[in-house]
């Protein structure tokens, strides 16, 4: 069976595996390397539950290989705290209510995050564009298009405060 | 769900790769975005034993005019199309069915060339592309031959490309003054294949009658379905609800549906006729803006 090494950095550190050519990105996130925030849902590529950035673009990782991730950068959802502080987006989620049963949480954080960094202040329509392929089977999408509205204002009270 | 094994090749040359289908031949399959050759793999509906992934080729992912076209590099991604302002000033057919391919996630992955290579009447791009009269370039071991688009989609999940052929660029004539184009398609969800969905391009004469119109359709028979009788008939008439109404009826007869869980043959034939009518008149509109 064919393997390969690849070494992808993850959360801006630098991992090294020998994986099979199909291994997916997610088992390898979650079996190799242990990171198991990131969920597996339909594994038909439909609910984005499994969502991670790489090189910062939001992707469905059941449907990329391991190894096309070899030489690029992951973020997964363990990647948004820092030094103990949830993420504004985390925070935005805690504050609205953006969750009932949590299973889709990572990929619509992650989904969330990748739109703030490419669109400070988004649009109702923008945001609810930006998570169409996340589902949510629980809260209707209302708290969560609020959640990241929060993380929004948020960063723009931060970035007023410090100008 | 994990696919059957298989070996993964990585060249960082086209000619590395063409080298590698050459030696594979029949089992090796070219992985561009993956989007929807994996999920295939996964299921076990389709795989190879070897996939050469053209992702680390430099030079296959641009948009750019040259020579009278507009042209697309054969692994470039959606959400690059969707974000595209030359895109969005030319083609707004094309910037219209890239913001409806799948969802934005699969959009940063799926390439315009896998779309198209992958011979599925389903995909979006396919009609997009017979209303665009585009060209599609194939590069093979005896160097690149062009393929018109009429020639390209030769039966279901079958295409014009060898075995040995990577789908290097997409041509599209720039269209003249007073052109415009949409593409208007029904889908139970975000993510679904087209339940029924048109595609039209068309250009005005000064005296606003219609010159030509390319009129496509998606999932309306085995391959894409180009509405050639509705063609014909606009050409040379003022575009007036008559007009339209009867090339988008002479659309609906050309769309040859089958029926499953998205609807009856009927059914689907009259959402042909309406996304026609509904896409001919913003086609209309935009060309009398430009």
Redesign the interface.
């Known amino acids: 069976m064919a393997r390969h090494k690849i070494k992808v950095k993850v959360q801006g550190t630098e991992r090294e595996a020998e994986v099979e050519s199909r291994l997916l990105l997610v088992h390898f996130l979650r079996e190799v390397l242990s990171l198991t925030g990131t969920h597996i849902g339909c594994d038909t590529t439909h609910c984005g539950a499994c969502t991670v950035l790489l090189d910062g673009q939001p992707v469905k990782s059941c449907t990329v290989l391991a190894v096309q991730a070899d030489g690029r950068e992951v973020m997964t959802v363990e990647g948004l705290e820092q030094d103990g502080k949830l993420h504004p987006i985390q925070d935005g989620f805690w504050q609205e209510h953006g969750l009932q049963c949590g299973y889709c949480t990572p990929g619509m954080l992650m989904t969330g995050y990748a739109l703030l960094e490419r669109n400070a202040d988004p649009s109702e329509a923008e945001i609810r564009q930006a998570i169409s392929g996340n589902l949510c089977r629980c809260t209707g999408y209302v708290n969560i298009v609020k959640a990241v509205q929060h993380a929004a204002a948020a960063a723009k009270q931060r970035r007023t405060t410090a100008a | ?8 090749h ?1 060249p960082r040359t086209l000619d590395e790769a063409l080298a590698l289908l050459a030696e594979h031949g029949e089992d090796a399959k070219v ?1 561009s975005g ?2 929807s050759l ?2 295939l ?3 076990r509906l389709g795989g190879a034993a070897h ?1 050469v ?1 053209i ?1 680390r080729i430099p030079g296959l992912e641009y948009v750019r005019e040259e020579g009278g076209s507009l042209r697309i590099g054969g692994r470039t991604r959606e ?1 690059e199309l969707e974000r595209s302002e030359l895109i969005h000033a030319k083609l707004p057919l094309l910037a219209d069915t890239a913001a409806v391919i ?5 959009r ?2 799926a390439t315009v060339g896998g779309n198209l290579a992958h011979g599925d009447p389903a995909n979006d791009h396919p009609a997009a592309m017979l209303a665009l009269r585009a060209e599609v370039v194939a590069t093979g071991p005896r160097g690149t031959r062009t393929i018109p688009i009429d020639e390209f989609f030769v039966g279901l999940f079958a295409t014009a490309l060898d075995a040995g052929e990577i789908l290097t660029e997409i041509r599209i004539p720039l269209p003249p003054p007073r052109s415009g184009g949409a593409y208007e398609k029904l889908e139970r969800k ?2 679904d294949f087209a339940t029924a969905a048109a595609a039209v391009q068309v250009t005005l004469t000064s005296g606003g009658a219609v010159e030509k119109a390319g009129i496509a359709l998606t999932n309306a028979g085995p391959t894409p379905v180009r509405a050639a009788e509705a063609e014909r008939y606009l050409a040379g008439k003022q575009p007036s609800d008559e007009a339209i109404a009867e090339a988008a009826r002479l659309a609906g007869a050309a769309a040859a549906p089958s029926a499953d869980r998205r609807g009856k043959v009927e059914y689907k034939r009259e959402m042909a006729r309406v996304l026609t009518v509904r896409a001919l008149r913003r086609a209309i509109q935009r060309a009398k803006e430009h």
Do not use: E, R, T
């Not at chain 2, 769900?1 to 993964?8: G, N, T, W």
């Not at chain 2, 799948?102 to 699969?106: F, T, W, Y």
């Open positions: 769900m994990i696919p059957a094994a298989f070996d993964y990585a992985l993956g989007q994996l999920p793999m996964k299921l996939l992934d992702g959400s799948a969802d934005p996630l699969v940063n992955l975000v993510g």
